[in-house]
């Protein structure tokens, strides 16, 4: 056999490998999507063995490249290609895909499956992590390589399907992607005109690539999905542009080869061993065994494990002349890679002293995010075009945009110039995508992310945020104007129920700090929580920073929840609840009641998860279960405090809609004031003497 039909002949082996192995762990499972691996099995061979940098002996190799299944209902063809390029997924796992315990669950799980780099599954996320990724990979490359020290040189891959680029967050991101320049970024488009309940010249017909090539996208099409010559050519064009990013539209055909060949059927549901069967001899592989694995097709993708270990040494070579020539650098990189805080990054957070009239925690979160930032290089993000309202913008720090040059427009300038090294990010008006971009960020490793936008825009934000909670990524949300004191602006953009819904996220640490000093210990805390995201709920309006010499420390908001002003000696009477910028007035009325010889406790509680993770000793201590009247009081939804105010206690919140009026007027008319709360906590004292 000649050497050219030599080399079709494994490819062709090779590739459907990937797809009868997928084909059976589906069937086997009677649940997955065996249409996509039939149909994109070609692309994401010639990627993985010819273009994909990476080492599946080390799968957190720092420089390795990054690839991502965006459509994530593939999963089979993933857990496939880790398998035979030996990965840590054994084939036991392959045949128990989507059951309990294996490594090969339904979609892929960041932390579950060695060399799966994000979750995915929820369509356009995936899509939108990597320009994360890809964001991730030129701001630390700027930032570490030197002249013939080049050490942070990696892509980012992508297989998108048609529900992806569906999906607005995708349209999003890759908005940005391409106004970037983000040339490290390939995406390989599953172009196969069926999505899971029909073709898509019912809802899709628009044409995509003249779409990405208005967003500045470099665009290429392949028209045989099984041309792997057309594709590799293709990628390797994608592969040499470096200015911009580029879509490979890549035409297959879902099912390919099966009885349900570019129908919807073979989208979501196993082929049913009869059709199994017809697909195998359809494409002239056996039928027997279940899960085959040809040696020669095996010999020949396990080749990765050599080159990457080639790739990996090399790059290792490359790092020991960078440490030596430039030590400091390394070391801060190394740091950063290993998310370790470094020593002193926390030496100027500002102690902010006792103040009546006080500031609005965003601005405080500002000062303290301004101290941080310069001592802890990881660090970076910005918010979507809001920087003057939520105060998340670092002065000096440069912005991260490689177009512009001086004498253009200059206004949102930070300072400090502007290029891929800058470490203030400009999102636009893009908040479903600057969180998941932010994910991708922090999946890529190197970067401690945070995002910013007004609690009410939240809501946008919610699919990326769950994931980062699922994912356990060290993200950062800053929220500002959290509560309908933000005033004028009115009902739409008055957050009533965001809180509610944001605390309901298991794994994400909702902190909504009373005063300028709680904001400085909720960012030290949420800096050292490297696996979890957090949110912060700031204020818009000014609150007073409390006298802590007075009061207790800001200090306990380390623990959820503290004892910030007791009744004296012996166990209180009465037990007042406050949080974020309500705080303040809660102390006030514990303070007056305590005048009429009433023995008022009033508790601090910026975050319940916080609290709730506390030994019960520490919890009753602050809450003793002998003490039922109880006042929670939060201008927010009053949905989940009956948790810690108790069947005869009572919360003081917000269950309708704003109104556009000044934000003290919009308190006073619904109740916050320390009259108000005297009189709830009044009542609740008669209601437990009756």
């Not at 249409?35 to 190799?61: E, I």
């Not at 709360?677 to 009044?682: M, P, T």
Request: hydrophobic fraction near 40%; charge should be negative.
């Amino acid at each position: 056999m000649a050497p050219q039909q030599a080399s079709a002949s494994i490819d062709q082996r090779c590739i459907d490998t990937l797809r009868f192995l997928s084909v059976d762990m589906v069937q086997k499972a009677d649940s997955g999507h065996p249409g996509l691996p039939l149909g994109a099995a070609p692309m994401a061979y010639v990627l993985w063995q010819r273009f994909l940098k990476h080492n599946p002996a080390d799968p957190l190799w720092s420089d390795r490249d990054r690839f991502v299944l965006s459509a994530g209902h593939g999963s089979a063809l993933l857990y496939s290609l880790l398998h035979v390029t030996g990965y840590d997924l054994s084939l036991d796992d392959i045949r128990h895909f989507r059951q309990w315990g294996s490594k090969a669950p339904g979609h892929p799980e960041r932390g579950h499956t060695p060399g799966v780099e994000v979750t995915t599954g929820p369509l356009g996320q995936g899509f939108a992590n990597a320009v994360g990724m890809a964001m991730a990979e030129a701001q630390l490359a700027a930032r570490y390589n030197r002249p013939g020290h080049v050490v942070v040189d990696h892509r980012t891959w992508v297989i998108a399907s048609d529900g992806d680029l569906m999906e607005g967050v995708a349209s999003e991101a890759a908005s940005l992607a391409g106004h970037l320049k983000l040339g490290k970024l390939n995406v390989l488009y599953d172009d196969n005109s069926v999505t899971l309940a029909a073709g898509t010249d019912i809802t899709f017909t628009e044409d995509r690539a003249a779409r990405f090539a208005a967003y500045d996208w470099h665009v290429e099409t392949v028209d045989d999905g099984n041309d792997v010559a057309a594709i590799e050519r293709a990628l390797q064009r994608a592969r040499d542009e470096t200015a911009r990013p580029s879509l490979v539209l890549v035409r297959t055909h879902i099912g390919y080869g099966s009885p349900e060949q570019d129908s919807f059927k073979a989208h979501g549901s196993p082929l049913g061993e009869e059709n199994v069967a017809a697909t195998k001899r359809n494409l002239g592989w056996p039928e027997q065994p279940p899960f085959l694995l040809p040696d020669d097709a095996m010999a020949h993708f396990r080749s990765a494990l050599d080159r990457g270990r080639r790739e990996q040494d090399a790059w290792q070579g490359r790092l020991d002349a960078y440490a030596e020539a430039f030590p400091d650098a390394a070391r801060e990189l190394r740091t950063s890679q290993e998310a370790r805080l470094p020593d002193g990054w926390d030496a100027d957070i500002p102690v902010f002293p006792a103040d009546a009239k006080g500031m609005a925690t965003r601005e405080a979160g500002g000062k303290v995010l301004s101290a941080i930032a310069p001592k802890l290089p990881a660090l970076t993000g910005g918010s979507a075009d809001l920087d003057p309202s939520t105060f998340t913008a670092v002065k000096g720090l440069g912005d991260f945009d490689p177009r512009a040059t001086p004498g253009e427009d200059q206004q949102g300038s930070t300072g400090g110039g502007w290029s891929y090294a800058g470490r203030n990010l400009h999102f636009g008006v893009r908040e479903h995508a600057m969180g998941a971009i932010c994910n991708g960020m922090a999946a890529h490793g190197g970067v401690i992310p945070y995002d910013a936008t007004f609690l009410i825009f939240s809501d946008y934000m919610r699919p990326p945020m769950r994931l980062a909670a699922l994912m356990r990524l060290h993200v950062m949300h800053v929220f500002t104007h959290d509560s309908i004191a933000l005033g004028e602006d009115g009902p739409t953009h008055q957050p009533v129920e965001q809180l509610a819904g944001l605390r309901s996220v298991p794994d994400l640490l909702v902190i909504r700090p009373a005063d300028a000093n709680e904001t400085a210990v909720a960012w030290r805390v949420a800096l050292e929580a490297a696996d979890r995201p957090v949110a912060f709920a700031l204020s818009r309006q000014k609150v007073p920073t409390l006298d802590r010499g007075k009061y207790a420390s800001a200090d306990g908001l380390r623990k959820g929840a503290y004892v910030l002003l007791d009744a004296g000696d012996g166990e209180p009477e009465l037990i007042l609840i406050g949080t974020g910028a309500e705080t303040g007035l809660v102390l006030a009325a514990a303070e007056k009641l305590q005048q009429e010889g009433i023995a008022a406790r009033a508790v601090s509680m910026p975050c319940w998860s916080l609290f709730d993770g506390q030994p019960p000793e520490y919890r009753e201590s602050v809450l003793p279960p002998g003490v039922g009247a109880r006042l929670a009081v939060e201008a927010g939804s009053p949905q989940g405090w009956h948790r810690y105010v108790g069947d005869d206690g009572d919360v003081l919140g917000v269950d309708r809609f704003g109104a556009s009026a000044p934000g003290g007027e919009m308190l006073e008319r619904y109740g916050f004031t320390v009259d108000n709360v005297c009189a709830r906590a009044r009542a609740l004292l008669e209601r437990k003497a009756r």
